[in-house]
């Protein structure tokens, strides 16, 4: 167990429409950051956050969107779904950002049908 | 722009045997490495890290990688391979940008291994 907690584990929804994916870092974890695994492009950085501050930004799309709130879970936003959106979202946290090891949550399964 | 590559989507070894998973890198400066397995339905669990102390790293679970800057390569290596190794593994670079000479820290994967083990 990393103790990055992600919810919910499954999430099937039909194109157009909009989810929010929710994470919790480690107890004492300021740093955020969400990735995309699929097949076709693997696992892709999608967007940090840093004590409630966007830090770093990657390949993610105008439809998604993040925030980190006060007391540091974040969530992501995905909307206007489409089926290529159907992936493996992760959550993962770190102490800062500098060097040290992400810990990774259990993922999160989204199907666009 | 950094980037991994990893060299092999599948690799076959026998229990026992010796396990090498390739991964070079590509970076402008000395980067931040990792190498992370994720087994079936769960996420990625860190193995090990090189962030420029010893060029040799050992891991959990008997794995160990060793830093080559001349060949910008990262492979991960087991001398023995257990049936609870088989699993995916990803090679990972963070880059050292950022404000005040810290880096943001997220990190660039490479397209993954798939190491199976045969009894």
């Known amino acids: 167990d990393s103790g990055v907690t992600q919810t919910p584990k499954h999430l099937i929804t039909a194109t157009g429409q909009r989810v929010t994916l929710r994470c919790s870092p480690r107890s004492g974890d300021l740093s955020v950051y969400w990735y995309q695994q699929s097949l076709d492009q693997g696992l892709q950085f999608l967007i940090q956050y840093y004590n409630g501050e966007e830090r770093a930004k990657g390949n993610i799309l105008e439809r998604f969107s993040a925030q980190q709130f006060p007391d540091l879970h974040s969530e992501l936003n995905l909307s206007s779904l489409e089926l290529g959106d159907s992936a493996l979202y992760f959550c993962?946290?770190?102490?800062?950002?500098?060097?040290?090891?992400?810990?990774f949550g259990p993922g999160t399964r989204l199907t666009v049908t | 722009a950094q980037s991994v590559t990893q060299l092999g989507s599948h690799v076959s070894v026998s229990e026992g045997a010796l396990v090498l998973l390739r991964c070079n890198y590509s970076?402008?400066?000395?980067?931040?490495l990792f190498w992370y397995v994720q087994y079936p339905n769960q996420g990625l669990q860190l193995l090990l890290k090189?962030?420029?102390?010893?060029?040799l790293v050992k891991g959990i679970n008997g794995f160990e990688a060793e830093f080559k800057k001349s060949e910008t390569s990262f492979h991960l290596t087991k001398p023995s391979a257990h049936m609870s190794d088989a699993a995916e593994y990803f090679c990972a670079v963070s880059d050292r940008s950022g404000a005040g000479g810290t880096s943001y820290g997220k990190l660039t994967f490479g397209q993954g291994t798939i190491l199976t083990v045969h009894p």
């Open positions: 993962a946290s770190s102490v800062v950002g500098q060097g040290f090891e992400q810990y």
């Open positions: 090189y962030t420029s102390a010893a060029t």
């Open positions: 970076s402008s400066v000395p980067p931040y």
